[in-house]
T-cell receptor, first 115, second 112 residues
Framework: GDSVTQMEGPVTLSEEAFLTINCTYT??????LFWYVQYPGEGLQLLLK?????DKGSNKGFEATYRKETTSFHLEKGSVQVSDSAVYFC??????????????FGTGTRLKVLA | ETGVTQTPRHLVMGMTNKKSLKCEQH?????MYWYKQSAKKPLELMFV???????ENNSVPSRFSPECPNSSHLFLHLHTLQPEDSALYLC???????????FGPGTRLTVL
């Protein structure tokens, strides 16, 4: 079945460092891909998405490119801030055989940014 | 209130208690969901409701009983839970089953 694998955290960086959080997926169809962020004490918020191969999603300085050839959707940011400290979830949405859509989430990667 | 709200935010209960979690969405969405978030495990989809009808039940034990009285409200009734049911329970909604889910802040449940 469909699945999402993301790197285990925690990831600890200094402020202004470059961030990469790896995410790979397996899917039977042509999924849409997402990154969600969860700040402490809050629910998940959609950060960015890409719906087809080679699409780049971007928001708040974060970017991720849908790479079909490597089945990856790595999250990057050029210069992280303390306020980026959160848990980041990679997810996919794929159409099931019954015609409904299913969202599959990864385990989450905790990012801690130090001042 | 805006977005998706959940009450209570924290709940501690014994294994013989009965409690309910409440979720309300103010977005005019037609689909609502319950997810379970446990440490170091992927988010687990528990139930999906579309237009107040349950369309998915992912092999969830019967000690969890959902209720969707209308398109804005979703409940999760809890009865004789086990300590391993302790987790963050997230409610979400989306415009339809294809749309990206919009999450509430969750209820942190501890079962003693």
């Amino acid at each position: 079945g469909d699945s999402v694998t993301q790197m285990e955290g925690p990831v600890t960086l200094s402020e202004e460092a470059f961030l990469t959080i790896n995410c790979t997926y397996t899917a039977t169809g042509y999924p849409s891909l997402f990154w969600y962020v969860q700040y402490p004490g809050e629910g998940l918020q959609l950060l960015l998405k890409a719906t087809k191969a080679d699409d780049k999603g971007s928001n708040k300085g974060f970017e991720a490119t849908y790479r079909k050839e490597t089945t990856s959707f790595h999250l990057e940011k050029g210069s992280v801030q303390v306020s980026d400290s959160a848990v980041y979830f990679c997810a996919l949405s794929d159409r099931t055989t019954s015609g409904t859509y299913k969202y599959i989430f990864g385990t989450g990667t905790r990012l801690k940014v130090l001042a | 209130e805006t977005g998706v709200t959940q009450t209570p935010r924290h709940l501690v209960m014994g294994m013989t208690n009965k409690k309910s979690l409440k979720c309300e969405q103010h977005l005019g969405h037609n689909a609502m969901y319950w997810y379970k978030q446990s440490a170091k495990k992927p988010l687990e989809l528990m139930f999906v409701y579309s237009l107040e009808e349950r369309v998915e039940n992912n092999s969830v034990p019967s000690r969890f009983s959902p209720e969707c009285p209308n398109s804005s409200h979703l409940f999760l009734h809890l009865h004789t839970l086990q300590p391993e049911d302790s987790a963050l329970y997230l409610c979400a909604s989306s415009q339809d089953q294809q749309g990206s889910p919009f999450f509430g802040p969750g209820t942190r449940l501890t079962v003693l």
